[in-house]
């Protein structure tokens, strides 16, 4: 199956600062991945898909302009915070795969 | 719309004993069927997945599950439980397009394993 890495693991940052967060596939080229977002004890709730070299694709209710995705190859993907805000504080997960899904390690984001 | 149902939150069980962790789905088409297990601040590990063929599929760690259509359910089992197996349990569904495809997840069976 595809290896998938995210970086960083955690970050700690302050309230109305961007975050950056990388998903790589180390060994798999993922035209497309998928981001989802986990709240402490809770399901994983998916945030968007990321297509390489197009516009990535929101679920209902996820602010587009403030979760930015670029995926401008096909080995990373990236997840921009925008303005964060203690409520955007999660566990986010990438994955990506043909027909299953690998995940990567995680990010935790703490907004302070 | 598809959904999964894990209807168990939390399950103890002992070291050694059997374990059952149960999920339904509703899906309208033949689905794609996964469980995944999550430690702690980690991401999530594929146990196992169903695809076709063989209802009764094999998965690392000693794992298997059962896909039964008549009861919309995908069920994990594991004959002995070990203490390093707790942890939370998703078990996920797809639609079987062969390409990458978003999955749908259930909220999740914790399970605790005591000595």
């Known amino acids: 199956g595809a290896v998938v890495s995210q970086h960083p693991s955690w970050v700690i940052c302050k309230s109305g600062t961007s975050v950056k967060i990388e998903c790589r596939s180390l060994?798999?080229?993922?035209?497309?991945m998928f981001w989802y977002r986990q709240f402490p004890k809770q399901s994983l709730m998916l945030m968007a898909t990321s297509n390489e070299g197009s516009k990535a694709t929101y679920e209902q209710g996820v602010e587009k302009d403030k979760f930015l995705i670029n995926h401008a190859s096909l080995t990373l993907s990236t997840l921009t915070v925008t303005s964060a805000h203690p409520e955007d504080s999660s566990f986010y997960i990438c994955?990506?795969?043909?027909?299953?899904?690998?995940f990567g390690p995680g990010t935790r984001l703490t907004v302070l | 719309a598809q959904s999964v149902t894990q209807p168990d939150i939390h399950i103890t069980v002992s070291e050694g004993a059997s374990l059952e962790l149960r999920c339904n789905y509703s899906?309208?088409?033949?689905?794609?069927l996964f469980w995944y297990v999550q430690s702690p601040g980690q991401g999530l590990q594929l146990l196992l997945k169903?695809?076709?063929?063989?209802?009764l599929v094999q998965g690392i760690k000693g794992f298997e599950a059962e896909f039964k259509r008549s009861q919309s359910s995908f069920n994990l089992r594991k004959p002995s439980v070990h203490w390093s197996d707790a942890a939370e349990y998703f078990c996920a569904v797809g639609p079987d397009t062969g390409t990458a495809s978003k999955l749908t997840f259930g909220t999740g069976t914790r399970l605790q394993v005591t000595l």
């Open positions: 994955s990506t795969g043909r027909d299953t899904q690998y």
């Open positions: 899906y309208g088409a033949t689905p794609y």
């Open positions: 169903y695809f076709s063929g063989d209802t």
């Open positions: 060994d798999f080229q993922a035209t497309t």
